[in-house]
């Protein structure tokens, strides 16, 4: 079993900043592309940020230099700062991880931290 506990959403006026973090636990052999994505009401679920194990990362086009995702391999922790908000970040964001357990990776889900943006 492996879980993943997000934590740091919240209320943040328009221009504000939020960090997230996301911790990994349970039966890790190791975490490939850790990061996060996003959803709205009535939309679909959008990538945010994705970060590989070396650091490189990979960003949704809405982003635009806001963001910044960062991962703590020691601690199989992952991180979203989010600066120059808008309200239309606003959003459930989900922390996503793809986990080797066994011999295999296998896709994880975060329980999602609401962040709302006020105009």
């Known amino acids: 079993q492996v879980q993943l506990v997000e934590s740091g959403g919240g209320l943040v006026q328009s221009g504000g900043s939020l960090r997230l973090s996301c911790v990994a636990s349970?039966?890790?052999?190791?975490?490939?592309?850790m990061g996060w994505y996003r959803q709205a009401p009535g939309k679909e679920r959008e990538m945010v940020a994705l970060?590989?194990?070396?650091?490189?990362?990979n960003y949704g086009d809405f982003v635009k230099g806001r963001f910044t995702v960062s991962r703590d391999n020691a601690k199989n922790t992952v991180f979203l700062q989010m600066n120059s908000l808008k309200p239309e970040d606003t959003a459930v964001y989900y922390c996503?991880?793809?986990?080797?357990?066994?011999?295999?990776?296998?896709?994880?889900w975060g329980q999602g931290t609401q962040v709302t943006v006020s105009s």
């Open positions: 349970g039966s890790i052999s190791s975490i490939y592309a």
């Open positions: 970060a590989a194990p070396d650091g490189r990362a």
């Open positions: 996503n991880a793809i986990v080797e357990v066994g011999y295999d990776p296998y896709p994880y």
